[in-house]
Each structure stands twice: as C-alpha cells, then as structure tokens.
C-alpha cells in the first residue's frame, strides 16, 4: 500500500525478500553472539569484513574502476559511511538492551520513515493509499510491541545483564 505494488513479480522482489531474510538473520545472530562477545569489537570486525568483502563488488558494478564524479562519490560515501555505520553501532548497542522481536519490529517501520521522510524532504506525493499502509504498519508495530509486554514478566530476558544471580537464590 505504500507503492501502489503490482500483482507481477519481479526481481526487485526477489532482492527484497533476500535482504529481509538477510536482516532477520543478521537480528537472530546479533542477540546469539552479544551474549558472549564484544559489541564493539563485534561492530568493528564486521564493518572491516563488509569492507573487504564488498569493494570488489564497486568494479563489477560499473564494469570499470574508473570514477569521474570525485565530489559526488566523497559525499554519498560520506553520508552512508557515517550514517549507516553509525545505525549499524546504534543497533548493536539496542540489542544489548532489547530482545530480538523488539528490533525485528522497528525495522519494520523503516518502510514508512521513507515515505514520510520523502514526502516531507523530497516533496514527494504521498497518496491515500500510501497513508494507509503506512498506517496499518504503524499500528500493527504498535499492537506487537504492547503484546510482547504482556508476556515479559513470564519470558526470560535475552540480555545478559538482566539474568539472575545464582548469588542469593
């Protein structure tokens, strides 16, 4: 409802649904090993490891290494490498504090901070429809998080500092 979609599918789609699972497994992980690890040794060796991992992907990309917007590329790298990295930190650091249901639900809003954010930077139209479905995403993210409420005081909370002692009981 935000796109006005289509009942074809196509492979945008496709990428859309792989990068979902990629980020849902990436939640479960993160809650698995900040447990036991570092978070920032964690946030730094894996921003390394995408680093490496990706730069060879920039050639393949444009079909040469030749770049001729010098001023463009210093920007766009600066804006995602500190905002997206520092989303990436902001991430490692909630999920210290926040179960993994929790973040898989705020991730779910990020569809409609963009059509809200370009509608409001952009200038661009946001019709009936697209208000609707930015709704209905709100509100279902508003309803699951006052469901996991209900059933905190019986769940057993993921984080480490939240466990209980063996001191005293």
């Avoid at 995408?50 to 590329?73: I, Y």
């Avoid at 929790?102 to 901070?113: G, T």
């Avoid at 993921?158 to 009981?169: K, N, R, V």
């Amino acid at each position: 409802l935000l796109t006005n979609p289509s009942v074809s599918l196509n492979i945008g789609d496709l990428w859309t649904l792989g990068c979902a699972l990629a980020f849902a497994g990436y939640i479960a992980l993160l809650e698995r090993y900040l447990r036991t690890l570092d978070p920032w040794a964690l946030f730094f060796w894996q921003t390394m490891f995408s680093a490496v991992l990706l730069v060879p992907f920039m050639g393949l990309e444009s079909g040469n290494w030749r770049v001729t917007a010098w001023p463009t590329l210093v920007v766009a790298l600066t804006i995602t490498g500190v905002l997206a990295t520092g989303a990436m930190a902001v991430q490692i650091w909630a999920q210290r504090h926040l179960p993994a249901q929790r973040v898989a639900l705020l991730f779910a809003l990020e569809p409609v901070f963009a059509a809200w954010l370009a509608w409001l930077v952009l200038g661009e139209h946001l019709s009936a429809s697209g208000l609707l479905g930015s709704g209905l995403i709100l509100t279902a993210v508003v309803i699951g998080s006052g469901m996991g409420e209900a059933t905190r005081a019986t769940a057993t909370p993921s984080c480490p500092e939240h466990q209980p002692s063996a001191i005293g009981h």
